[in-house]
């Protein structure tokens, strides 16, 4: 991952956003926690690039990876654990999960290697989740316009749902199945948004898919 040293200077910045824009973050994780409930129960699985365990915690998962050790110091203390790593690199032997989560593509140095090493370490059958802003609506836009004055998306690399579409793909995952949250500019979001099925209108886009 790009950046670590950013946030490892900036924990507490990191943490005040998702004070500020609760309604905001409670609606990523509604729209992610719809595609988790679709899998089996007692499963195993990981995020990866997980920060201080923002989604992780809400979301019941029990591990993953984080490269900045601060903000992995956070993530330890709401009961994660950790293993230090990369997302291209992942520190774990092949078919281990049964589901892969990421929330922090735009911070990814190689987002094809991250895709094809959440490949390599789900079991078949497995899931990868996506949660990403879509580089087409209006919240990314935001971020790319104030980018030169942003301490966290300075050197984000935002992604269109297309693009995404065609990264799962050649990673070789099948059936891909999409919901959309974010609807409105960030201050204007002042309760916790349902998800749709879909993409084009909602800012922040999930895809579940699945290993062959």
């Known amino acids: 991952m790009i950046q670590t040293e950013v946030f490892n200077k900036n924990v507490e910045a ?28 007692n499963i195993r699985g990981i995020e990866v690039g997980l920060g201080t365990g923002r989604f992780s915690e809400p979301l019941g998962i029990k ?10 110091k956070k993530a330890l203390k709401r009961g994660i654990e950790i293993m230090e790593g990369v997302a291209e690199h992942l520190p774990y032997s092949d078919m281990q999960f049964d589901f892969v989560l990421f929330v922090t593509i735009c911070h990814l140095d190689n987002v094809r290697d991250a ?3 959440a490949y390599r370490v ?7 989740l996506i949660g990403f802003l879509d580089k087409d609506q209006s919240i990314a836009k935001h971020y790319e316009e104030k ?3 942003s301490t966290f998306f300075r050197n984000a690399i935002f992604y269109s749902t297309e693009r995404v579409q065609k990264l799962v ?7 891909q199945e999409f919901n959309q ?9 002042k309760k916790v948004q349902v998800p749709k099925v879909g993409f084009g209108e909602g800012s922040f886009v999930v895809v579940k898919a699945t290993k062959k």
């Open 14 to 41: 990191y943490e005040a956003w998702y004070d500020t824009y609760h309604e905001v973050y409670m609606s990523e994780v509604a729209a992610i926690q719809e595609q988790l409930l679709k899998l089996p129960e």
């Open 63 to 72: 591990e993953g990876i984080e490269p900045s050790p601060e903000m992995a």
């Open 115 to 117: 895709f094809q090493e």
């Open 122 to 128: 789900l079991k078949p059958g497995g899931t990868i």
């Open 147 to 149: 980018r030169k004055r």
């Open 169 to 175: 793909k050649d990673a070789g995952f099948m059936n």
């Open 181 to 189: 949250t974010l609807f409105g500019e960030l201050d204007e979001i």
